[in-house]
């Protein structure tokens, strides 16, 4: 099979779309298949063609389901073979990733754990000549990386097999990361970035979460002045750009790197030596930034989707692809010191101790399909849940129209920085596209020896207590090099399923979004009255046979899609867009077949609330079995 560039580069937009519809609907994914491609594949363009304008990414995110993975294996390769061959995969040192349990919620069936696991960055891992192991391949020597395929031939990536000698400890569900760590007599900087693996131990974990939460305990009482303990989301490849010609490596190595500072500097970039210098860049949610003096959080928005390469003054502010300063809230910095930092008593928030921080992302229609318009800002501690504090002495802020309750929306975003690069590059709207396709989990712990994370903490830029030297990296190592933070209990879902609180003095724990979390989650609004998605129906009644006697919740949030014949009338519609989406994919996609497993069997129909095969899925193969 081959594909051209253009019409890979149409497969992978629908992808990228696609998978933003099937974060829409979980259940679609797993019960919902077209009709069997082997009765279809023959059907004209003609008829009601217009129909598949409306559905077309969600029923290609529903036929390639099964094949997903295949397409970066499949479709990349055929492209490039001809210009780079794969960096290889070492044999010496296996690749041992440490398991961190974290967990999805819903609020009618709670919290479920997931035994995903962590991998830190490709840059990390030893990168040595084939026949030299001795010889490292970064920085690049241009005796063995004159350009990408000799450089990939002559170079090898090999495992880590204690994530301990790294700095990266993990226990159940907390997870502990350290800036140095003892060698001999001496204290060595190892300042770990690890990103979140999904349980196949083979790709990265997607958070999808426009209207949905995030929550984690944080431990920052032994990071000081000039540290760094980052929790973030960066959208990248959930392969790591894997393919199996050229970066078979992929994100089990922790390849594909990205974020909105388009660095340069990086020796490999998705596996490949960057021989030209260019920037990997990607739309970039830091969610939580912070040493116990000062906490900021930061939308960074890029002009591309996805993973891409930036040159020359692309990489730069300004005129760049990517929104570098970001739009980022400080409470410090926004004139109220005392709600954040060391001692309890004199801040609200007491940084010496653990707490929980949750963010929220709202759309405008309450549903995940609308536009974001807000990030809000919640913290647990003592058994009190609270948001961010609206305290501000900024003027710009203080007048926006209709005041401002502590939360990011576009109107603070526009006071804090009028015609910056994150409006010009999107806004939250950008933001929340980007959430909406899936982003990848990422906790790291750092210091820098350029600027003593002053932006962050400094006394001189109004961002917190810390003096001009206190974090100094030379001075942090002799005073604290014990530093470091731990996060823990870390969960996403519906907004206010991800915690509960049981009363003062408790720890915020995975709830159901009852009680407190409720009230706090949606800052005392009426839940009945939100717009809600078929997707979240069928969530709610389960098709089991529980609908039948329906809780409270049910029945205020049951709207169905339509009434008596219109029911009806939309299932042939349905089936009949189904038949064009099948029939173009078996046109567009040459040497795509039926599984092994397939029978017209499991493709009857089955109709409760859906119609949906009797078999549940809809297996279809590319390239080799």
């Given at each position: 099979m081959f594909i051209f560039r253009a019409q890979r580069r149409e497969l992978e937009g629908r992808l990228k779309t696609s998978e933003r519809y099937l974060q829409y609907s979980p259940y679609l994914a797993d019960q919902y298949s077209p009709l069997h491609p082997s009765k279809v594949?023959?059907?004209?363009?003609?008829?009601?063609?217009?129909?598949?304008?409306?559905?077309?990414?969600?029923?290609?995110?529903?036929?390639?389901?099964?094949?997903?993975s295949h397409l970066a294996a499949v479709l990349l390769p055929v492209v490039f073979f001809i210009t780079v061959t794969a960096q290889t995969i070492g044999t010496t040192t296996p690749e041992v990733h440490p398991v961190l349990q974290t967990q999805t919620c819903t609020l009618v069936g709670g919290c479920k754990t997931k035994l995903t696991k962590l991998v830190t960055d490709s840059l990390?891992?030893?990168?040595?000549?084939?026949?030299?192991?001795?010889?490292?391949?970064?920085?690049?020597?241009?005796?063995?990386?004159?350009?990408?395929?000799?450089?990939?031939?002559?170079?090898?990536?090999?495992?880590?097999?204690?994530?301990?000698s790294i700095g990266v400890f993990t226990s159940g569900t907390s997870l502990t990361l350290r800036e140095y760590l003892l060698h001999g007599t001496q204290?060595?900087?190892?300042?770990?970035?690890?990103?979140?693996?999904?349980?196949?131990?083979?790709?990265?974990?997607?958070?999808?979460?426009?209207?949905a939460e995030l929550s984690f305990n944080v431990d920052v009482s032994a990071l000081g002045c000039?540290?760094?303990?980052?929790l973030y989301l960066s959208e990248m490849d959930m392969s790591g750009s894997r393919s199996s010609n050229l970066n078979p490596a992929g994100a089990q190595y922790g390849t594909g790197y990205c974020d909105a500072q388009c660095f340069k500097t990086p020796a490999f970039i998705n596996g490949l030596a960057n021989i030209n210098g260019s920037g990997s860049c990607c739309n970039e949610m830091d969610i939580w930034e912070a040493n116990s003096r000062s906490t900021v959080y930061t939308p960074h928005t890029c002009s591309g989707v996805g993973s891409f390469?930036?040159?020359?003054?692309?990489?730069?502010?300004?005129?760049?692809?990517?929104?570098?300063?970001?739009?980022?809230?400080?409470?410090?910095?926004?004139?109220?010191?005392?709600?954040?930092?060391?001692?309890?008593?004199?801040?609200?928030?007491?940084?010496?101790?653990?707490?929980?921080?949750?963010?929220?992302?709202?759309?405008?229609?309450?549903?995940?399909?609308?536009?974001?318009?807000?990030?809000?800002?919640?913290?647990?501690?003592?058994?009190?849940?609270?948001?961010?504090?609206?305290?501000?002495?900024?003027?710009?802020?203080?007048?926006?129209?209709?005041?401002?309750?502590?939360?990011?929306?576009?109107?603070?975003?526009?006071?804090?920085?009028?015609?910056?690069?994150?409006?010009?590059?999107?806004?939250?709207?950008?933001?929340?596209?980007?959430?909406a396709r899936g982003m990848v989990l990422i906790f790291s712990i750092w210091n820098s020896d350029g600027?003593?994370?002053?932006?962050?903490?400094?006394?001189?830029?109004?961002?917190?207590?810390?003096?001009?030297?206190?974090?100094?990296?030379?001075?942090?190592?002799?005073?604290?090099?014990?530093?470091?933070?731990?996060?823990?209990n870390i969960r996403w879902g519906e907004i206010g399923s991800t915690f509960k609180v049981d009363g003062p003095g408790s720890t915020p724990t995975p709830g159901t979004g009852t009680g407190v979390t409720a009230a706090a989650a949606t800052n005392g609004a009426d839940t009945s009255g939100r717009s809600v998605t078929i997707v979240a129906m069928v969530g709610l009644l389960k098709l089991d046979g529980s609908f039948l006697n329906?809780?409270?919740?049910?029945?205020?949030?049951?709207?169905?899609?339509?009434?008596?014949?219109?029911?009806?009338?939309?299932?042939?519609?349905?089936?009949?867009?189904?038949?064009?989406?099948?029939a173009l994919f078996l046109r567009e996609c040459r040497g795509a077949r039926l599984g092994k497993t397939m029978t017209d069997e499991?493709?009857?129909?089955?109709?409760?609330?859906f119609t949906y095969p009797k078999g549940g899925r809809c297996d279809i193969r590319l390239g080799e079995e």
């Open positions: 594949a023959d059907l004209p363009q003609s008829q009601s063609y217009h129909l598949l304008s409306l559905y077309q990414d969600l029923l290609f995110t529903l036929i390639v389901m099964e094949i997903h990390a891992h030893p990168i040595h000549s084939v026949t030299d192991p001795s010889k490292s391949c970064q920085p690049l020597d241009p005796a063995l990386c004159p350009d990408q395929a000799t450089c990939a031939q002559n170079c090898v990536i090999e495992g880590i097999q204690s994530y301990d204290y060595k900087k190892v300042q770990p970035r690890a990103y979140l693996l999904a349980e196949d131990d083979l790709n990265y974990e997607p958070l999808r979460l426009l209207n000039g540290m760094n303990g980052a390469l930036c040159s020359g003054n692309e990489c730069d502010s300004g005129v760049g692809v990517c929104d570098k300063p970001g739009c980022s809230l400080n409470t410090f910095g926004l004139g109220a010191p005392g709600f954040y930092g060391r001692g309890r008593g004199e801040h609200r928030l007491d940084s010496t101790r653990p707490f929980t921080v949750v963010t929220q992302f709202w759309t405008a229609d309450n549903s995940n399909m609308g536009d974001l318009i807000k990030v809000r800002r919640l913290y647990v501690q003592d058994g009190s849940v609270f948001p961010s504090t609206a305290e501000t002495t900024n003027g710009a802020v203080k007048n926006i129209p209709g005041g401002w309750d502590g939360s990011m929306t576009e109107d603070y975003c526009a006071a804090r920085n009028p015609g910056s690069d994150f409006t010009r590059l999107g806004g939250l709207k950008g933001m929340g596209q980007s959430l600027n003593f994370m002053s932006w962050l903490d400094g006394q001189a830029g109004g961002n917190g207590l810390c003096n001009a030297t206190e974090g100094d990296p030379a001075t942090i190592v002799k005073t604290h090099p014990d530093t470091s933070v731990t996060f823990s329906p809780t409270g919740a049910q029945r205020r949030l049951a709207k169905p899609f339509g009434i008596g014949s219109r029911s009806c009338i939309g299932i042939p519609v349905a089936q009949m867009e189904l038949r064009f989406a099948v499991m493709m009857e129909q089955r109709t409760k609330f």
